[in-house]
C-alpha cells in the first residue's frame, strides 16, 4: 500500500467504549431472555493486542463480513459467525481489507512502504482480534455460544389488573398469590439453580399488574436474598408494571432492594391510550407519565417496554423520542397473536406498514443517539449483541410460576401448566416437557439455517410463529421485518460507536 503520514487508520469497536458491557441493553424485561444483563457473568472478554504480528502468515478479509456504509467516510463491519459485534473502520482500512480479499501478508502488503508500519502493525493486530481478517485457509467458524449461568424466572404475583389492554393474552380474575406459594415458589427456584449449577438468578415480578400485590413482592425479594446469600446464587430483580400507580413508599422500598423497574408505555397520549385505557375505559396516559416523572425525580430511572401493534404504530418514534429525551433504556416488541385478543382485528399489524415504523423510529434514534447499544433493544426477539441458538430460554433457562404456584414454561401459555412448586423441581418439568411450547435451536428451523442472521435473530418467539404457522420448527412470520432492519440498526450502532468513542 501506498502510505503517507496523513494515512491514519481507525478500528472502533464496543470495547473501546469505558464500561462497554454494562452498556448493552437487552430486550428481555417483558420475555425469557438467554442472554445475561452483564457480560462480566458471561464472560465479556474484550480483545487484546498483546500478541506480536506474525508478517510472514497469509491473512485474509473474513468473506462472512457484512459491510454497511455510515458515510463517505466511514463503514461498520459486522461478522455474523464472530463474537465481536459491530466494528467501525474508515476507508483507508477498508483500502486494506479489500487487499486481504484473496489473502496476503503483512510483509507484501507493507514491503513499500515505510511510513507509519507501527500503526499498521496495531491495526493487522487488531482487526485479526476482533474477527475481520483470519489466517488464509481456516474453514469458516461456528460463534462461541455461551452457557448461560443465570436461572430466570416469571413470578406471577397476581392475576389482577386494574388496566384493559386489547392485546394482553390473560384471562384476568382477582386471585393474587398468597405468601405460603410465594415462599414455596421462591425455595423451589433457588433449587433448581443449585440442581443445575447457575450461578445467578432474575426474578421478574409480573402480573396482572405486580403492584396490586405488592408487599408479597418486598417479602419474597427479602426471602430470596436470605436464601441465595446461604447458596452464594447472585439475585437480580425487576418489577414490570403497567405504571398507573407507584408510591414514593414503594418506590423507595423498590430502591432500597436494587429491584429494576419495567413500565409499559405504547406511545404518548391517545396512542398509548388507545391500547392500555382503564379497567373503567378511562384513559391512562397522564398516570403512567407521573410515575414516570416521579422515578426520574427519585433518580430511579425505569427501563420502557413499548409493545407495537398496527394501532400505535405511527406513533412509534414519538414515544421512543420520549424514552430517549429523558434518558430512559427501551424495548420494542412486536404484538403475539393469542387466544384472548383473537377478536380484536387492528392489531395485527402490515409488514411494510411496521417496516416503515421502525426505520422512521431509527431516525429518530440517529438524532438522539443514546450511549447504550440498541441492538438488544428494538429488534424484537431478535438482537445483535450475543450470538445464540434460541431466542429466549424457554426449555431451558426460564420458568413460568403462576399464581398457584402452578409450573409453566413461557408466560404467553401461563394457563398451559405442567405440574407445581410444591411437589417438583419447575426446571426439571420445564425441560422434560415435550407437549407444550418447544423451542428448537434456528439450526433446525426450515428458512433459518443458512441465514446470514441466523445466531442473532434464531428465528423469532416460538410461540409467535407457533400461532402464526403451527409449527416451531420454521422461520418466524416476522422474517422479512426483521430482515429489513437489521441492517440499518447496525448503521446505529457504528454512529454510536463514533460519537461515545470520540471520533466524531
Ligand atoms: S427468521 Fe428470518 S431473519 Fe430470522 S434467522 Fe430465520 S431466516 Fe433469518
Ligand atoms: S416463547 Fe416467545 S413469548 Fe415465550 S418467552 Fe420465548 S420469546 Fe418470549
Known sequence: ?????????????????????????????????????????????PVTSKNSLDMYTKFIYNRQIIEIPIDNEWKVLFNPLGNNGAVVVNLIVLELLHQLKHGSTFEEIFKDSNVGLKKWADTFQRLISLQVIQPAGILDRSPNFNNNQMLTAWLHITNACNLDCPYCYLNKTSEGMDEATGCATIEAIVNSALNNGFQSIKLKYAGGESTLNYPLILKLHDHAKTLMAEHDIQLHGVILSNGVSFSTKLINELKKRNIRIMISLDGIGYNHDSQRSLINGKPSFRLVDNTISKLIQSEYHPHISITVTQRNLNGLPEVVQYALERNLTFSLNFFRENDCAVHVHDLKYQENEMIDALLHTFEVIETHLPRWSILGAVLDRGQLIQSRKRPCGVGQDYIVIDQQGKVAKCHMEIEKTIGDV???????????????????????????????????????????????????????????????????????????????????
Open 1 to 45: 500500500m501506498n502510505l503517507d503520514s496523513r494515512n491514519v487508520p481507525y478500528v472502533i469497536s464496543s470495547f473501546d467504549l469505558p464500561d462497554a458491557g454494562r452498556l448493552m441493553v437487552h430486550n428481555c424485561e417483558d420475555c425469557a431472555c438467554a442472554v445475561s444483563d452483564d457480560r462480566h457473568i458471561l464472560g465479556w472478554i
Open 422 to 504: 410444591f411437589r417438583s423441581d419447575p426446571l426439571l418439568l420445564v425441560r422434560q416437557d415435550t407437549k407444550g411450547v418447544q423451542n428448537p435451536s434456528v439450526d433446525e428451523k426450515e428458512g433459518c439455517k443458512d441465514c446470514t442472521w441466523r445466531y442473532w435473530c434464531s428465528g423469532g418467539c416460538p410461540v409467535a410463529t407457533f400461532n402464526a404457522t403451527g409449527r416451531f420448527d420454521i422461520k418466524s412470520p416476522n422474517c422479512n421485518i426483521y430482515k429489513a432492519i437489521y441492517p440499518t440498526a447496525l448503521r446505529l450502532e457504528g454512529l454510536r460507536l463514533l460519537k461515545f468513542s470520540g471520533y466524531q
